[in-house]
């Protein structure tokens, strides 16, 4: 079954796990670790490694202890408004972790999930069709949830699901937004400064353009389709556009929906690369870089 509690995690297991992801980070590859998923930005791991009970998702790491109490703090707010207004949210719990070099790492704390309990096992193993359960209930999360000023990354693989709940497992990156419709989340220098500064601006356009579309219902349909292709399930499309059209007063626009993905599939390796590019220049001044760089496609450790 899906957990219903938060796995109970103290200060020495969270001092343990950041020094196994730190030197994974620095070894560029993560085979010693259980790797349940690459963020742009956060790494979830399984925890422990062998048999995992919790699940670690470490975010960015910042000089200032009160830099990373700000980030887990609205990660924390960001649930606390999505249980409100009733979506059913895995547990979660924040936490700040010194690093090994005086520094500090934000982290959020959830219960490990089976993988037959993700949404993403569902679809890749059952055949589509526009009356799934799955479709039909993540379909309805987006209904209720999906609004100008609170709303979820909706893509399939952010949910846990036991064939009658759908629950929302991704957390890391608060979609909120203000009376003035701009983003409610401060975006750092130091998680631009996972790219080389002629590349930023043209990167964070890309994150606020996908962003936007989450306050929106057919936007927020449109690319749950893209994203679809994304993990290579594009034999679910059809069957999805037809469960969400069932809801909006518009047609999903499937031959947009392939131009956007190619489009995808141009833009970010092209970022991935500049993130390497980065990555090389602050290693060779001596410094620290604090992510894993991935291929997003295959999950590749670049």
Same mark, same amino acid.
């Given at each position: 079954?899906?957990?219903? =509690? $938060?796995?109970?995690?103290?200060?020495?297991?969270?001092?343990?796990?950041?020094?196994?992801? =730190?030197?994974?980070?620095?070894?560029?590859?993560?085979?010693?670790?259980?790797?349940?998923?690459?963020?742009?930005?956060?790494?979830?791991?399984?925890?422990?490694?062998?048999?995992?009970?919790?699940?670690?998702?470490?975010?960015?790491?910042?000089?200032?202890? =009160?830099?990373?109490?700000?980030?887990?703090?609205?990660?924390?707010?960001?649930?606390?408004?999505?249980?409100?207004?009733?979506?059913?949210?895995?547990?979660?719990?924040?936490?700040?972790?010194?690093?090994?070099?005086?520094? &500090?790492?934000?982290y959020a704390v959830?219960? &490990?999930?089976?993988?037959?309990?993700?949404?993403?096992?569902?679809?890749?193993?059952?055949? $589509?069709?526009?009356?799934? $359960?799955?479709?039909?209930?993540?379909?309805? &999360?987006?209904?209720?949830?999906?609004?100008?000023?609170?709303?979820?990354?909706?893509? &399939?693989?952010?949910?846990?699901?036991?064939?009658e709940r759908l629950?929302?497992?991704?957390?890391?990156?608060?979609?909120?937004?203000?009376?003035?419709?701009?983003?409610?989340?401060?975006?750092?220098?130091?998680?631009?400064?996972?790219?080389?500064?002629?590349?930023?601006?043209?990167?964070?356009?890309?994150?606020?353009?996908?962003?936007?579309?989450?306050?929106?219902?057919?936007?927020?349909?449109?690319?749950?389709?893209?994203?679809?292709?994304?993990?290579?399930?594009?034999?679910?499309? $059809?069957?999805?556009?037809?469960?969400?059209?069932?809801?909006?007063?518009?047609?999903?626009?499937?031959?947009?929906?392939?131009?956007?993905?190619?489009?995808?599939?141009?833009?970010?390796?092209?970022?991935?690369r500049s993130a390497?590019?980065?990555?090389?220049?602050?290693?060779?001044?001596?410094?620290?870089?604090?992510?894993?760089?991935?291929?997003?496609?295959?999950?590749?450790?670049?």
């Open positions: 079954m899906i957990p219903t =509690s $938060p796995p109970d995690v103290d200060d020495a297991t969270l001092a343990e796990a950041e020094a196994a992801i =730190s030197a994974a980070i620095a070894a560029r590859n993560a085979d010693s670790l259980k790797v349940l998923g690459f963020g742009e930005i956060s790494v979830a791991v399984g925890w422990p490694a062998v048999e995992p009970t919790m699940v670690l998702k470490r975010l960015a790491v910042y000089e200032n202890r =009160s830099d990373s109490v700000y980030d887990t703090n609205a990660i924390a707010d960001y649930v606390d408004l999505l249980t409100a207004a009733g979506a059913a949210v895995l547990p979660t719990t924040t936490h700040v972790v010194p690093t090994s070099d005086g520094r &500090f790492a934000g959830q219960p &490990f999930v089976p993988k037959e309990f993700l949404a993403e096992t569902t679809i890749e193993t059952d055949e $589509p069709r526009p009356d799934h $359960p799955l479709l039909l209930a993540l379909r309805e &999360f987006a209904v209720k949830h999906v609004t100008p000023e609170l709303s979820a990354d909706m893509q &399939f693989t952010n949910f846990a699901w036991d064939g629950v929302l497992i991704d957390i890391t990156t608060p979609i909120v937004f203000n009376e003035a419709g701009e983003f409610d989340f401060r975006i750092s220098d130091e998680l631009l400064a996972a790219l080389p500064r002629f590349m930023r601006g043209a990167a964070l356009k890309e994150t606020m353009s996908i962003l936007n579309k989450y306050r929106s219902l057919p936007d927020t349909f449109q690319l749950v389709l893209v994203l679809l292709h994304r993990i290579g399930q594009a034999r679910w499309v $059809p069957a999805a556009a037809k469960a969400f059209e069932e809801v909006i007063d518009t047609t999903l626009d499937l031959d947009a929906v392939v131009a956007d993905y190619k489009r995808f599939k141009k833009v970010i390796p092209v970022i991935k390497m590019l980065q990555r090389w220049w602050i290693t060779k001044r001596g410094g620290s870089y604090d992510g894993f760089i991935t291929d997003s496609f295959t999950g590749a450790v670049l």
